[in-house]
């Protein structure tokens, strides 16, 4: 019975004769990646030579990994960046648009604060500024507040961002200015003979012949052997050969009339003064005095008129003995 069976079956098909591919070649395998160097030879050529593991010949070009770069234009031009960021800043012409230190977004020795600006090099205070701000480490447009010295005075010093440094008159010393007091410019410096008669009370606490400007614009007081006392404008002695003399003297005669005067005037002014608080004190209480009568009238209402006098007959006629009243009243029957 089975082989009966098999006998009355079909024969078996031919998959691989019957399709119709069946004597096509294989589909070709996909191409790998180029190199950088053969399929970007324009990048290629500021491929870092040593940063990098691999050189660019056995990098793909489709890279995504950040790869060091180098500028021609700077011996540390260096700096690191996919293929595909550089691509997109305009790197395939050969040039090098997105290089950091070319854009002045990181210091080199092209664009260091030194070799920009070698005045405030300089100028470069030695040991206020903290290690890492350096004129080889900061650039030129940095916010960095630094400390400056000035060689006309040991103390001479002053704070200013970098970025206001480099403009015009931004290294300006203030001392020098005469906008900050210094050993060079103070009044003990400068005019000693004038700093000898300095008023010890009068000038207020804190002040003193080396923190005052010889010519800051101020007032001071002086005081000299005579027990005179006056107040001067430093900008119109110190410049003036000589001490600055005293006011002439008043004669005491004079200071008491004048001592007079002022008590009158005083007494003046008391007087005065006493009178119109009374006045007003007057004005009060006769106000006062009229509101209380319009509110008695108001009170009263329509009897204002004529009350007071039927409260006179109702009083005159309480006082009239009851039989002359009615003897009155008899006589009026």
């Not at 500021?46 to 010949?57: A, I, K, Q, V, W």
């Not at 000035?150 to 015009?168: Q, Y």
């Not at 027990?227 to 430093?234: F, G, I, R």
Request: with cysteine; net charge neutral; glycine share 6%.
């Amino acid at each position: 019975m089975s082989s009966g069976s098999s006998e009355n079956l079909p024969p078996a098909l031919d998959i691989t004769s019957s399709s119709p591919n069946a004597n096509l070649p294989p589909p070709p395998a996909p191409k790998a990646p180029s190199s950088l160097k053969k399929a970007l030879p324009s990048l290629a050529s500021s491929y870092h030579p040593t940063l990098n593991t691999r050189n660019s010949s056995s990098v793909s070009s489709a890279s995504q990994l950040p790869l060091w770069w180098k500028c021609r234009r700077g011996p540390d031009h260096e700096w690191r960046s996919t293929i595909s960021a550089r691509l997109a800043a305009g790197a395939s012409s050969g040039t090098n648009p997105d290089c950091p230190c070319c854009l002045n977004l990181k210091v080199s020795q092209t664009n260091s604060l030194r070799v920009r600006h070698p005045n405030l090099a300089a100028a470069w205070h030695p040991t206020r500024n903290p290690p890492k701000w350096t004129p080889d480490t900061l650039l030129p447009s940095s916010r960095a507040l630094v400390w400056f010295i000035c060689p006309h005075g040991p103390d001479h010093e002053w704070r200013v961002p970098v970025s206001k440094a480099v403009l015009p008159g931004g290294l300006d010393c203030p001392c020098c200015g005469e906008r900050k007091v210094s050993v060079t410019n103070n009044l003990h410096s400068v005019r000693p003979d004038i700093a000898a008669l300095w008023h010890p009370t009068l000038n207020g606490a804190g002040k003193n012949p080396e923190t005052v400007l010889a010519r800051g614009g101020g007032s001071v007081w002086l005081k000299n052997v005579d027990v005179d006392e006056w107040e001067v404008a430093l900008i119109d002695v110190v410049d003036v050969e000589g001490l600055p003399p005293p006011p002439p003297r008043v004669p005491l005669g004079e200071v008491v009339e004048a001592l007079e005067d002022v008590l009158e005037d005083l007494e003046n002014r008391e007087a005065a003064e006493r009178r119109r608080r009374e006045a007003a004190e007057a004005a009060r209480t006769e106000q006062q005095r009229r509101q209380i009568e319009a509110e008695e009238e108001a009170a009263l209402g329509p009897q204002k008129n004529g009350g007071w006098k039927r409260r006179f007959s109702d009083k005159v006629l309480s006082l009239v003995p009851k039989w002359g009243r009615s003897r009155g009243g008899e006589g009026a029957q």
